[in-house]
């Protein structure tokens, strides 16, 4: 029985094999191919930020392609090759030894944290440079892979600037996450810096991203007078939670992440949303460089910007300035190239400290002021 | 004092909102000794019905809000009744003979199916309740209690009355008791049990929805998800107050809010910051296994053997 | 003998066919393959349902990993932590299984799917005050398993032959799926089996012919836990990076369904299933493609798809072939029902 079993799971293999080798694109009419690979999650909870992750990253090969790249005197084509996480760790995996078999000059993603981590071991035993547009964990950068970089302001980078931030609002200040690797992260990052700042933490209470009930929670914050509360989490929990902060009658200030800074946050907390304030890594678009300009080619082609897909497309031009500078197309010259990186894009500077973090990034804070959502002021994290 | 008495409202009305949920899932166990899993999904399903039907009358029709989410419910309801029934129809009465086993996983598998089937009609996104029902707040004490929070609070209340009138003064609830007790015996005596096994799900279902609607309308939002959890906290609530029991689960649900609303509130302070509300969702699971283990009659149930 | 080649090659002819990508799906299918089949233990032999096996897999995940990574500086050698692995998990599986004795099938559900929930909270909320997990943050740098100082992370030659690290971990993972399977089989065939087939069909009348009900349910939870603590070392190896996001309960539900898909109680069924739903969401991960290439956009996500079609097919198996694809024996007859008329009708049976 079993035997049999797994005689025809070799004969469906071997079948597949076959099939596959049929398909195997070859195009080299004396045309150099940089395959760029570019993973997020393309379906599941996330897919609307991972496309719009992969739209940026597409729209930057678009524009490189039309413009002509030239590697060691050829003319070069850039690849991009799309693929799809799940924001699944294991996936994760999977997709990153996918882009490895494929020999790509560099990567763009992951688009979190969770997935970015374990796929940067794979890339850095490769010897492949990995660019995440959007991964803020601290770890990321820390594991001391040369492979590793961003380009967007990490967790202790946005923390640092929040938890200051919420030291000026208030000298009371009670922090909630969601017990996610991004809110918990966010939110001991923000404590830190309060503290730092002179602020005292009166309460730490946690949720979980799933969670819809915070009234024990905010009754116990209550009970402490707090003046500032700091939420590190998602917007489906920032709403109800100021709702339901409201309904207490609990008159401090609060504050949130990113996760808290978007539209769908106004959308869920309508009237009730007035006056909240929230962080955004980054400058606010119609500030950013080209951010005008990147926004109508971006909205011509996809449709609205979600969150991240500048910060793809800037990756994108990074990784290939980097295999043009090497002019090679040979990972490790390559290498060598980006960390030197010295590039003005849409987001701002980019420039890669000796982590891979970026150097100097700016965090943006924003409040909501009828309805919408408006810049208060933009701060330099002084990135390490 | 203030503090203390708010987190006591805020446990009764959590816990209104189980006991609703857990009313459904004590009587299809107390007839059909099953865990109805997809109860819960029931619950959110209603929930999701009566929000598309509240979002398309809601800017178009000029009238008061109870009216809307009144409209809301009336559709959401034969909606779930249907649902429950075809539950019941097609997954679980072909497996009354099969052992124990088969009709749980099957039930799992309705869960699951119900939970996706949503996720692919209403989207992943969070599903906003317009905000037209009142928020006037009432103080007492100190404490600040809501006009909804009062309506769910006593809704559950009588809906508990409603079904143990049902249960003990008609004859239908004669014949749902007999069809509990015993079967075959009920058979003989006239008892068309599966009628009587379909109307239990479809009077839990409707329940089921009522409750949807109103845990939507509480915390301003729907989501496909949000039946897992409210049935898995909805039939803690059944086992403690005693499953099969309706004012047990009532009496279980209210306990297990106040438990989790005190417990996240204090559990900080008492174990000096080395426990916190990181641990809120423990808390159901962990009364559960106690219950089970030392009273799996639960609070209010009657000692039988081998129930469980 | 031939079987024995080809499983030997496998991952050559799939590394030349399809890429060493499937190499790695191999080597995962492998993982889930133990994995089922220690479920099948409890689930199959025993016939009771477990809604939160995955706290096992969990358990020796974080166990390999707080010993074997930076995270506390620990880099214990694996012939150590994979027994180490095997009997904590043990021991979690009898932790679970002691205060569940008396309840049955489907408290039993409630109460092992609220077990496996609370290893996966505790898991991400042990970071403070004192930072074991690091909380939802994860592990990483993991140490690659390493057998007698040859670390399976990296790629070696060995007679001309170059071996990846995936198939390196394909060779480690498929003797422990061999060695897992051929226990399974005698134990089947064993008395405690017969004992477990005993109290799965009639506890009161199993209890009646002498068998010690309580030691032998808990050796079929400690043997099914000491089976997914293997695996989840074995995958905190491989993976080099774990989080509890990594241990949720779909996952439990996923395994439940390979081995029900599969037909519980068998060996063979439940590798099947193992390996069809591993593969089967790569196999989706195409028809999204196909839905981009065609429509330009997702009508429907296999992500949700492919969890639709899981609800589905639970229901499907149990209406239509509760035995599963390939039942055993002695399910095959179990499952006999004759659909003969329903009314009057006995309500579910007390029994069982």
Redesign the interface.
């Known amino acids: ?3 049999r ?3 025809s ?2 004969v469906a ?2 079948g ?3 099939s ?2 049929g398909k195997k694109p070859e195009t080299s009419n004396g045309e150099l191919v940089i395959k760029i690979g570019s993973v997020s999650p ?4 996330q ?1 609307h930020l991972g496309k719009d992750n992969e739209n940026g990253a597409r729209l930057a090969v678009d524009e490189l392609n039309a413009k002509g790249v030239m590697i060691g005197g050829k003319k070069a084509r850039i690849e991009l090759l799309s693929e ?1 996480d ?1 924001a699944d ?3 994760a ?3 990153a ?2 882009l ?2 494929e020999k790509v000059a560099g990567v763009i993603g992951h688009l979190n944290s ?1 997935t970015s ?2 796929a940067s ?1 794979l890339y850095s ?1 490769a010897g492949i440079a990995q660019i995440s547009p959007s991964a803020t ?1 601290v ?1 990321y950068t820390a ?2 892979f040369k492979t590793a970089f961003r380009v967007m302001t990490n967790d202790a980078q946005q923390g640092r600037v929040v938890g200051t931030y919420a030291a000026k609002l208030g000298k009371k200040i009670a922090i909630i996450d969601d ?3 991004y ?3 966010l939110a001991d990052e923000v404590e830190k810096a309060a503290k730092a700042a002179g602020a005292e933490i009166v ?6 991203d ?1 969670a ?2 915070f ?3 905010l ?2 914050i ?2 402490k007078d707090a003046d500032v509360i700091f939420f590190g989490g998602m917007d ?1 929990q920032a ?2 939670m100021v ?1 339901q902060m409201k ?3 609990i008159t401090a200030q609060f504050l949130g992440g990113d996760g808290a800074q978007t539209a ?1 946050f106004l ?2 907390a ?2 009730d949303g007035e006056g909240v304030i929230a962080s955004n890594p980054g400058l606010p678009l119609a500030s950013m460089p080209g951010g005008q300009a990147f926004e109508q080619k971006f909205t011509a082609k996809y449709g609205k910007i979600q969150n991240y897909s500048p910060y793809a497309y800037d990756a994108v031009m990074v990784m290939v300035g980097a295999i043009q500078r090497a002019n090679s197309l040979d990972p490790k010259l390559s290498l060598a190239e980006l960390e030197k990186t010295d590039y003005s894009g849409v987001t701002g500077k980019i420039r890669f400290d000796p982590k891979g973090d970026l150097a100097g990034g700016n965090v943006t804070l924003y409040q909501v002021k009828n309805g919408q959502w408006v810049p208060l002021e933009t701060v330099k994290s002084d990135g390490q | 004092m203030d503090i203390f008495l708010q987190q006591l409202i805020n446990g009764l009305v959590l816990g209104s909102v189980y006991a609703l949920v857990a009313l459904g899932y004590t009587m299809v166990y107390g007839i059909l000794e099953l865990i109805n899993f997809a109860h819960g999904e029931v619950t959110m399903i209603g929930a999701m019905v009566a929000l598309s039907v509240i979002g398309a009358l809601v800017g178009h029709v000029a009238l008061p809000g109870v009216v809307i989410v009144a409209m809301g419910v009336l559709v959401a309801v034969p909606v779930c009744m249907l649902l429950g029934f075809t539950i019941e129809r097609v997954a679980y009465r072909p497996l009354r003979h099969a052992p124990r086993l088969a009709p749980l996983i099957t039930a799992i598998g309705v869960s699951i199916l119900l939970q996706n089937l949503a996720m692919i009609i209403w989207g992943r996104e969070y599903v906003k309740f317009p905000p037209i029902l009142s928020s006037a707040t009432h103080q007492v004490a100190g404490a600040t209690i809501s006009d909804l929070q009062i309506f769910i609070l006593v809704l559950s209340l009588l809906i508990m009355a409603g079904l143990v009138a049902l249960v003990q003064k008609t004859k239908l609830g004669r014949a749902m008791r007999a069809t509990a007790q015993a079967p075959q015996v009920a058979a003989l005596m006239g008892v068309n049990v599966n009628s009587v096994i379909s109307l239990t799900f479809i009077i839990g279902s409707a329940i089921a929805a009522i409750a949807g609607v109103m845990v939507a309308a509480y915390y301003g939002l729907a989501h496909y998800y949000m039946g897992f959890m409210l049935g898995l906290k909805a039939f803690t609530a059944a086992v403690l107050g005693g499953i099969g029991n309706l004012a047990g689960a009532m009496l279980g649900g209210l306990l297990l809010g106040v438990i989790e609303s005190l417990g996240a509130g204090y559990i900080g302070d008492i174990t000096g910051g080395f426990m916190g509300s990181n641990y809120q969702d423990v808390f159901a699971f962990f009364v559960l296994i106690l219950v089970l283990v030392l009273r799996p009659s639960g609070l209010l149930g009657e000692q039988v053997g081998e129930r469980a | 003998m031939l079987l024995g080649v080809l499983l030997a090659a496998l991952p050559f002819l799939v590394d030349a066919g399809l890429g060493r990508t499937w190499v790695r799906i191999l080597d995962f299918t492998l993982l889930y393959m133990m994995l089922a089949l220690g479920l099948n233990i409890v689930v199959g032999y025993a016939g009771l349902l477990d809604l939160g096996y995955i706290a096992f897999y969990a358990v020796g995940a974080y166990l390999y990993a707080l010993l074997a990574s930076p995270q506390f500086g620990l880099h214990l050698p694996f012939w150590l932590l994979l027994p180490l692995g095997a009997l904590v998990a043990g021991l979690f599986g009898m932790l679970l299984g002691a205060p569940t004795l008396r309840l049955r099938g489907d408290y039993l559900a409630i109460v092992t799917l609220g077990f496996g929930e609370i290893v996966r909270i505790f898991m991400n909320n042990l970071n403070a005050p004192v930072n074991i997990t690091n909380g939802p943050q994860g592990i990483s740098l993991i140490d690659p398993i390493s057998i007698a100082g040859v670390s399976l992370g990296q790629t070696h030659t060995f007679a001309g032959i170059e071996f990846s690290s995936a198939h390196s971990y394909y060779y480690l993972f498929l003797a422990l799926t061999l060695l897992v399977m051929f226990v399974s089989m005698r134990l089947q065939d064993s008395r405690i089996g017969r004992a477990w087939a005993a109290i799965r069909e009639d506890e009161t009348a199993a209890e009646a012919m002498g068998i010690n009900t309580r030691n032998v349910k808990l050796l079929a939870f400690a043997m099914g836990a000491s089976f997914g603590g293997v695996s989840g070392g074995l995958f905190a190896g491989f993976q080099g990076f774990i989080s509890p996001e990594s241990f949720n309960l779909l996952e439990s539900i996923m395994i439940l369904c390979m081995i029900v898909l599969g037909g519980m109680g068998n060996i063979a069924g439940v590798l099947l299933g193992a390996f069809l739903l591993t593969v089967l969401p790569e196999a989706l991960r195409s028809i999204g493609d196909f839905q981009r290439w065609y429509f330009n956009r997702i009508i429907v996500d296999p992500a949700d798809l492919r969890m639709l079609l899981f609800g589905l097919a639970l229901v499907l198996m149990m209406l239509f072939r509760p035995q599963g694809m390939i039942p055993s024996a002695q399910r095959r007859r179990e499952f006999k029902h004759d659909d003969a008329p329903q009314e009057p009708a006995p309500l579910y049976d007390q029994q069982k």
């Open positions: 029985m079993t035997s079993f797994l005689a799971i070799l293999t071997l597949l094999s076959l596959a080798c393309l379906t599941g909870p897919s799809d799940a760790p294991k996936t995996t999977i997709v030894q996918r490895i078999d969770g981590i374990p071991k035993d964990a770890k594991q001391g017990r996610s690797a809110g918990q992260g309460a730490r209470e946690y949720t979980s799933k819809t009930d009234t024990a929670i009754t116990a209550k009970g489906p709403a109800p709702q309904r207490l009658g769908e959308h869920l309508g009237a």
